[in-house]
């Protein structure tokens, strides 16, 4: 069974004065196996971020399953949706939301606090991530004192460090300059490779390139997909530059 499954999604929205309703998704389904690495693409208004926000449980679809681990997370109620996020999933932001009043390292371990972790845990789940992410060095540091690449190695080791079934990011590399972002997608792939599931909605070609399996939204629904295999990073990198002119042309997909 994949880890997640999304089946026939549709999401509407209506706005409180009564104008026309605006179908955001319509009828999605894909499913991402467990160890996955697929970026979300798509032009301003496709819906991308929408999916997004469903699959992170912040929102709820008008019709349609979410199933992790064949649990339809649609139907938790709203009392234990934070407890399920938290458990989880891992949320990588473009603006790394990170509390400027707090040290790099209680940023990081802000969700095993609220999930009521024991210090010396948290301490010993820290050791690991904060060397392989190479932040060892800031973690007494408070986030206005360090580099946009520094924020961004923090809030994905906030978002490693309970072990979630899937991080979801959301342009982690928009805020970035290219040194930065070059260092974020080297760490995106290593994390993959030690077996993390990632879900990433991106506009750059760039980042979209270094995932194992890119799926294109348009107008709402799935449109075409391209999966990586044997390809380059600079193959799937025109691949996908391809498929975005033949979105924004109106062009037929290739089948």
Known sequence: MSLLQVKNLKKIYTTRF?????????????????????????????GKTTLLNLLASLDKPTNGEILLN??????????????FRRDNLGFVFQDFNLLDTFSVKDNIFLPLVLA????????????????????????????????????????????????????LADE???SLDSRASDGVLKL??????????IIMVTH?????????????????QLY???YKASMSN?????????????????GDRNE
């Open 70 to 83: 064949g649990k339809n997370i649609v139907t938790i109620n709203e009392k234990d949706i934070s407890g």
């Open 234 to 250: 600079e193959d799937l990198y025109q691949k996908i530059s391809d498929t975005l002119t033949m979105i924004a042309t109106g």
């Open 204 to 220: 750059s070609v760039k980042a979209a390139s270094h995932a194992k399996r890119v799926l294109f939204i348009k107008d709402g």
């Open 188 to 197: 995106f792939n290593e994390i993959n490779d030690d077996g993390q599931t």
């Open 18 to 46: 009564g104008g026309n309703p605006v179908q955001a998704l319509s009828n999605v389904s894909f499913s991402v196996e467990k160890g996955e690495y697929v970026a979300i693409m798509g032009e301003s208004g496709s």
């Open 116 to 167: 009521g972790r024991p210090y010396n845990e948290m301490d010993e789940k820290l050791k690991p991530i904060s060397r392989q992410l190479e932040i060892s060095d800031i973690l007494n540091k408070y986030p206005y004192e360090i580099s946009g690449g520094q924020k961004q190695r923090t809030a994905i080791a906030r978002a490693l460090i309970t072990n979630p079934k899937i991080i």
């Open 224 to 226: 075409h997909q391209l």
């Open 172 to 174: 982690p590399t928009g």
